[in-house]
């Protein structure tokens, strides 16, 4: 029977993994138009404040607010059986991506991962592009001053602690600030080299 392969895509907040898979679906059609490839983002999983997701005060002002940066901060568990699920179906999808932060720290993710990915961009660069994002709004607040206090008390210490330290698990590593449809052709090529043989 024919196998899903799995990809993931880990990385700081901002760092272009999203832009990465959206242009690695894009040469997946332009490659491979027959093959059947779907993406699960991680952020669709978040508790995002909901029961069950970790907390934590911010010291400079003493608010309890939601932590998105923490590996508990998803419902992996969650995760983990949906993936498992589509990848017994009848119409399993010949590639699936995993996309999010902690992609390649959380071991029952991990687990599931033929090719494993890992976008760096320097902090600053991550900083700005951050901040502009969610200026934008869709993300909650678009006050660049609690932008960048979130960011600072507890994005950058998720990212130091949880996401930078699982770039250990990349079998490739990908610069943000690189010609994603360069990179995303040579991730490709990757993808192609574990279908073959798995």
């Known amino acids: 029977m024919k196998r899903t392969i799995v990809t993931g895509i880990a990385g700081g907040s901002a760092s272009g993994k999203t832009t990465l898979t959206a242009e690695l679906n894009s040469t997946f059609n332009r490659e491979l138009p027959s093959a059947r490839v779907e993406v699960v983002g991680m952020d669709k999983y978040f508790f995002r404040g909901a029961p069950g997701g970790p907390r934590f005060v911010s010291p400079s002002t003493g608010e309890d607010l939601p932590d998105n940066n923490h590996p508990s901060s998803a419902d992996n568990d969650r995760l983990a059986m949906d993936v498992r699920t589509r990848l017994t179906q009848e119409d399993a999808p010949d590639f699936l991506i995993i ?22 961009l320097d902090a600053d660069l991550r900083a700005l592009r951050r901040l502009l994002r969610d200026m934008n709004g869709g993300r909650g607040s678009t006050d660049p001053n609690w932008i960048s206090t979130y960011y600072r008390e507890c994005a950058r210490v998720g990212h130091n602690t949880w996401v930078e330290p699982s770039r250990v698990h990349a079998d490739l590593i990908i610069r943000g600030d690189s010609d994603f449809k360069r990179t995303a052709a040579l991730l490709f090529g990757a ?4 279908r073959d043989s798995a």
Not at 104 to 119: K, S, T
Not at 191 to 194: R, S
């Open 99 to 120: 996309e999010g932060l902690m992609a390649l720290h959380v071991e029952q993710i991990r687990e599931l991962l033929d090719v494993r990915v890992f976008v760096e």
């Open 191 to 194: 993808i192609m080299a574990a």
